[in-house]
């Protein structure tokens, strides 16, 4: 689906409490979509994911599946 048919600044965008000095993600639910983009950059594209995609890569999060990537 194309990024082009959404207003981005209508989305409802999200930003995780923990955030510090804005090096964060931002995700805003549109439709049936996830929209993610970078934080310090909300004029620069836009990533488009399913509910299930989403569910998929919060669950692995919460797991500490990508624990190792913060070294």
């Known amino acids: 689906m ?5 207003d981005r600044n209508a989305l409802a965008w999200r930003i995780a409490t923990r955030s510090t000095g ?3 993600v931002e995700v805003a639910k549109t439709d049936n ?3 993610v983009r970078n ?12 509910q299930p995609e989403f ?3 919060l669950d692995g999060a919460k ?3 990508f624990d190792d ?3």
């Open 22 to 24: 804005g090096n964060c």
């Open 55 to 57: 569910a998929a890569f």
């Open 33 to 35: 979509l996830i929209a």
């Open 2 to 6: 194309s990024v082009s048919k959404f």
């Open 39 to 50: 934080s310090r950059r909300p004029e620069a594209e836009i990533i488009l994911y399913t």
């Open 63 to 65: 797991k500490g599946e």
């Open 69 to 71: 990537l913060l070294d």
